[in-house]
């Protein structure tokens, strides 16, 4: 199976971060998974899938019954606060693994040349929109090494070097960082939504 081998500091947990940055599966469920949850809990449920099931083989995954899967999605602790909607995207995101890139998350990004390529693949994944797919660009190339041409203009700002997204945290001090930016950040709209009214 193809790895991938970075830096990512997320869980606070060795082994889970270890599963990570060693294993493309796991880190593409942990992005599909980072939304309207906290990014350490998102992150974890690789973690916790794996302990669930005895694996993490999207071949495997896609291969369960789609209600037997949101079951083990489901289980206190649930993977997510949506488990239904997220567990039947994680679903389709194996299920799409294992029909292109023979069921291993790594092969997304393994030979790609540009930064474009990169983001069209992920673009291309079930529950990847803009975004995700640009933070994960960036997550790509500044944890993991994996840096095709231009892999910073497909990441757009997420690329630079503020500490705003998960692809920025290597260490618990960069963790606080960006959830600093974030607060910063979500007071900043909000302040200027209210200026509009």
């Known amino acids: 199976m193809a790895r991938a081998g970075g830096t990512l500091y997320v869980t606070g947990e060795r082994t889970t971060d270890e599963l990570l940055n060693t294993d493309g599966t796991a880190l593409l469920i942990g992005m599909l998974l980072d939304q ?4 350490e809990r998102a992150f974890a449920a690789p973690a916790t899938l794996r302990d669930r099931l005895g694996h993490l083989d999207a071949r495997r995954i896609s291969a369960l ?11 206190k602790p649930a993977i997510h606060r949506f488990p239904t909607s997220m567990g039947t995207r994680l679903h389709e995101l194996c299920t799409a693994l294992t029909q292109h890139y023979g069921g291993d998350g790594a092969r997304v990004w393994h030979g790609v040349s ?12 079930p529950g990847f929109g803009d975004e995700k797919s640009r933070i994960f ?6 944890r993991m090494g994996v840096c095709p041409d231009g892999w910073r203009e497909a990441a757009g700002h997420f690329g630079d070097d503020v500490a705003r997204s998960v692809a920025d945290i290597d260490s618990a001090e960069a963790l606080v960082a960006v959830r600093q930016w974030k607060q910063a950040n ?12």
């Open 36 to 39: 309207q949850i906290p990014m």
């Open 65 to 75: 019954p789609v209600d037997a899967f949101l079951a083990v999605c489901a289980q």
């Open 114 to 125: 540009t930064g474009d390529e990169l983001y069209r693949r992920l673009r291309q994944l």
């Open 137 to 142: 660009v960036a997550l790509l190339g500044k």
């Open 186 to 197: 979500k007071a900043a709209k909000a302040a200027a939504a209210a200026q509009r009214r």
